[in-house]
């Protein structure tokens, strides 16, 4: 019998500090009027130093997950922690969330993919499911980003926050969990979200110190282009290949990186916004927690209910890029007998009718959706130019 991986339970880790825009205006030359104008973003959440970190969080959000599926943690088989920020780098983090856990069972490791982390994670604990290997599976999406933040940079610090968020997959007869996905990487853009000064190819010294090369660096034209393209492409291939039309989306979790960003994947798609899942006014960008933070709340906030299916979607660092569809539905559900109008036989009589139709549809959203790609692109692509002849209009009429 086919097995299926079914979310049973789902937790959130915040840290208890809020910094708000007003407050890094006053350590860097910005303001609340200008972040909220370019990012959406009013406040987020930093860890406070030696109080809270990346295993700490883990283990909350874990034992939150676990508590409402009624599951204890010896029951546990496996443990996938998708962060870029561990407490060290050696030894993993997943192996000291484990222990402070009481996973005791439980086999773990720590899985690095930037903003697309918890994606690959759920993907990956599914399979772990689906193959039959494990019953139970907890997934993370976690970072401390601040510690990776050059607090100088306005360009970088005002963008970015703390959390972890974590779901409990759980073996399944009945069909749900993820219906599809698409995993992928463009690794010629590996350097366009980089901490360039820490690890092998450039160890650690007091000129990486100086040069503040232990922060992280962002080229955003570059990852703008790049996001709005394979978020776009990626969400239309999961929806094709789970078999459903994009009408039967009830909701969309994009990557919470840039309200503006996700404004334009939602135009591109048709998606009205009261569709997309937002919490980034509150938490900034927190990279791999991004998705499972906004996936936690919207279940919470009754946003993602029983049945429904959603749309996850994400984009970072590597460069990757990351999306499935869901099928939410937390606890098993009865079977109910079989009506005339569901028996069998009919259901095979209309499926030949019924797919075309929606292959149809599909096509008409795919060549809309293509159509508004192309102007957008032309749009950004003259925005450019513009944007930096105004620049240099405004040196001269100041130096003038």
Excluded at 339 to 353: A, G, I, M, R, Y
């Amino acid at each position: 019998m086919k097995r299926y991986a079914r979310i049973t339970g789902w937790g959130k880790s915040l840290p208890q500090r809020v910094v708000t825009n007003d407050d890094l205006a006053q350590i860097v030359d910005t303001s609340d009027e200008w972040i909220v104008s370019h990012t959406g973003i009013r406040e987020r959440r930093i860890v406070e130093q030696g109080q809270e970190t990346t295993s700490s969080m883990s283990v909350e959000a874990c034992r939150q997950a676990l508590e409402r599926a009624g599951v204890t943690p010896e029951e546990v088989d496996l443990i996938i922690i998708a962060t870029s920020t561990p407490d060290y780098f050696c030894p993993p983090v997943s192996s000291m969330v484990q222990d402070k856990l009481g996973a005791t069972h439980a086999a773990a490791f720590t899985l690095t993919s930037g903003c697309t982390g918890f994606v690959y994670g759920l993907v990956t604990g599914s399979q772990f499911i689906e193959t039959g290997l494990y019953n139970k599976v907890l997934v993370v999406g976690v970072e401390t980003l601040s510690a990776s933040l050059d607090w100088t940079d306005r360009r970088t610090c005002v963008l970015f926050g703390d959390g972890g968020a974590a779901v409990l997959l759980e073996a399944s007869e009945q069909p749900t969990g993820i219906l599809s996905c698409e995993l992928g990487s463009d690794g010629s853009g590996w350097d366009a979200l980089i901490v360039p000064g820490v690890g092998t190819a450039k160890p650690l010294t007091e000129e990486i110190l100086h040069n503040r090369e232990h922060t992280l660096r962002m080229d955003g034209r570059r990852i703008l282009k790049f996001a709005l393209r394979k978020s776009t492409e990626s969400v239309i291939n999961v929806v094709r290949e789970s078999g459903l039309t994009f009408n039967d989306i009830d909701l969309v979790i994009p990557h919470q990186s840039n309200i503006h960003l996700i404004e334009l994947i939602a135009r591109r798609l048709e998606i009205p916004m009261e569709k997309m899942m937002i919490n980034v006014d509150r938490y900034a960008n927190t990279s791999a927690a991004s998705i499972a933070l906004a996936l936690c709340e919207a279940a919470d906030e009754g946003r993602l209910k029983p049945g429904d299916h959603a749309v996850i979607v994400g984009f970072g660092t590597g460069l990757t890029w990351a999306a499935a569809v869901l099928h939410w539905q937390p606890q098993p559900v009865e079977e109910e007998a079989i009506l005339v109008e569901n028996w069998p036989l009919l259901s095979e009589l209309f499926q030949p009718v019924a797919r075309p139709v929606a292959r149809v549809r599909n096509a008409v959203w795919n060549t809309r959706v293509a159509a508004r790609s192309r102007l957008q692109d032309m749009a950004l692509a003259a925005k450019g130019p513009i944007n930096q002849w105004q620049q240099q209009w405004q040196q001269r009429f100041r130096r003038s």
